[in-house]
């Protein structure tokens, strides 16, 4: 291991680190938004659940799929401080652009171009924590960065449904580009980029450039990765048309207003799946000092914790509500805290393993590989195919189609994810490296 003590950066790895997450709830929040935003757009150009569908989900991924591998490719040679901060500045610039669509189609290109500035953001970004931690840290400081997500559904989704709600939604797309700009420039020049691969045994500055399919070759050669990556994909495909259709949902089964469902998916979601990211990452670092496989056995106990609140909060009819802040929540939101808590246990961990796999020269690339097919997958099947089936349902069941769709590819995703998780145990603890 390499001689250079923790502190070297001391605060500024901590305050890097707390850039880094915000420049990723950002990413989050001009992803996502979608969600919040699908009726009032759906309304306006007059489309299907299937074109909306298409819109927030596999146009976005197939873009971001394509040059996520390419950019990362450059990052594991390039300064990944300064590429993370000036995608930051362009996807936001494009999220902005959003909100001057005239037509379904522009605003898909817009769509667009927000892809293509988040397809250089998270892969770089995950490569610098893992460099500014040791592998004993390396848990809870992925479940910092794994707050993000969360952060953006607590801020974006509550303060973009208002916006919406009261200015309508190009407004909404407007505002929550705009800080983006400001972040990306505070990263640039307040961030720190660190020496790659800073705790491993290797120097991953002379390490020669390699063929993109050497590393293909060697990945799938990995059964642990091969396994994760399978998880990664369940995960991605529940995830994102959990996020993408449940404000929608809320809507259409539990009469919710759109401002309602925008507080109930941030204040409470947000909040709860915050707490779960930061609880998956300690306990990681936790039950990983008996037995390392842990890293991965986190990720399948948050499957299985997750199989009966999500069916529970899907399935309840819609009845008696509390009234929580002046807004009426169905009770079945209970339900919904509880699988936000545990939905989320995959991510630190997940992150965590890979970058304990993958050596730093080549890291940036792998994670950008693995993020790929959970993208393309989940960002851009999961949202499609919830559509769909919502469409294919909703002549005979109404409004409940969307009910039944989400509720069957939600428990489908996460009893599969945990089975890919359990069958990866063995083959990590074989793989990982021993002089940690």
Not at 31 to 40: D, K, N, V
Not at 233 to 248: C, N
Request: charged share 10%; glycine share 12%.
């Amino acid at each position: 291991m390499t001689s250079e003590p923790t502190s070297a950066h001391g605060w500024r790895s901590h305050a890097t680190l707390v850039l880094l997450l915000l420049v990723y709830m950002m990413s989050f929040i001009d992803r996502q938004i979608m969600g919040i935003l699908m009726e009032p757009i759906k309304r306006e150009f007059q489309v299907s659940d299937t074109a909306m569908g298409l819109l927030s989900g596999l146009t976005f991924a197939l873009f971001y799929s394509a040059l996520a591998v390419p950019f990362s490719r450059y990052a594991d040679r390039a300064n990944r401080r300064n590429m993370v901060a000036w995608c930051c500045a362009a996807w936001s610039a494009m999220t902005a652009l959003c909100g001057l669509a005239g037509s379904y189609w522009t605003l898909a290109l817009a769509r667009v171009g927000v892809a293509v500035g988040e397809a250089g953001g998270t892969a770089p970004s995950l490569s610098m924590v893992a460099d500014h931690y040791p592998p004993a840290r390396r848990g809870r400081a992925m479940g910092v960065y794994w707050l993000a997500p969360q952060l953006g559904i607590l801020f974006g989704l509550t303060l973009g449904g208002w916006i919406a709600h009261h200015y309508g939604w190009r407004a909404a797309f407007i505002w929550m580009g705009l800080p983006g700009v400001a972040l990306a420039l505070l990263l640039r020049y307040a961030g720190v980029e660190p020496q790659r691969g800073r705790w491993e045994s290797v120097d991953a500055k002379g390490a020669p450039t390699e063929p993109l399919g050497t590393l293909l070759r060697d990945l799938w050669a990995s059964k642990a990765f091969v396994r994760i990556m399978m998880a990664g994909f369940l995960m991605g495909f529940a995830g994102y048309g959990i996020g993408i259709w449940t404000p929608a949902f809320l809507v259409r089964s539990h009469g919710m207003s759109l401002q309602g469902a925008g507080a109930v998916m941030g204040l409470l979601g947000g909040f709860m799946a915050a707490l779960g990211a930061l609880a998956s990452g300690w306990l990681c670092d936790l039950l990983s000092r008996r037995d390392p496989r842990w890293r991965v056995g986190v990720p399948a106990l948050g499957c299985l914790l997750t199989l009966p609140t999500g069916l529970a909060f899907y399935m309840m009819p819609a009845g008696d509500a509390w009234l929580i802040g002046g807004f009426e929540v169905p009770r079945a939101i209970g339900f919904y805290m509880l699988f936000g808590v545990t939905a989320v246990w995959w991510t630190a961990p997940v992150y965590t393993v890979l970058a304990e796999l993958i050596a730093p020269h080549r890291r940036t690339t792998a994670m950008a590989i693995f993020n790929l097919g959970m993208t393309m997958l989940g960002a851009g099947f999961g949202p499609l195919l919830v559509g769909m089936v919502s469409d294919w349902l909703a002549p005979s069941l109404g409004n409940e189609a969307l009910r039944w769709a989400l509720a069957t590819s939600t428990v489908g995703c996460y009893f599969l994810g945990m089975l890919a998780f359990l069958s990866a145990l063995g083959a990590y603890g074989r793989e990982r490296p021993t002089g940690e």
